[in-house]
Nanobody, 119 residues
């Protein structure tokens, strides 16, 4: 069983930055690919970024490339999402997710953290 707890959301002005954190309660963190997703009101949940244990497989949605950075501290079982140059369209509930490295499906989800961007 994997439990994920996000933190770090909040209100920021356009052009500002936030860092989200996700602490994972899991026996072997290195076995999981960690991802971030987001869902804005009235929209479907969308992929934001993912990173495997070593970092040699890191992916970003085109909409956040160059602005967001996903990282992980494997010693702390924590994954981060550094978000820079935030825009109003980035406002959403952000979810941390985990999938077994050999699977394509994210089976574990956090409760979400709200990011609000004022223009």
């Amino acid at each position: 069983q994997v439990q994920l707890v996000e933190s770090g959301g909040g209100l920021v002005q356009a052009g500002g930055s936030l860092r989200l954190s996700c602490a994972a309660s899991v026996r072997t963190f290195s076995n999981y690919v960690m991802g971030w997703f987001r869902q804005a009101p009235g929209k479907e949940r969308e992929f934001v970024a993912s990173r495997n244990w070593s970092g040699d497989s890191t992916r970003y949605a085109d909409s956040v490339k160059g602005r967001f950075t996903i990282s992980r501290d494997n010693a702390k079982n924590t994954v981060y999402l550094q978000m820079n140059s935030l825009q109003p369209e980035d406002a959403a509930v952000y979810y941390c997710a985990a999938r077994w490295a050999g699977s394509s499906k994210y089976n574990y989800w956090g409760q979400g953290t709200q990011v609000t961007v004022s223009s």
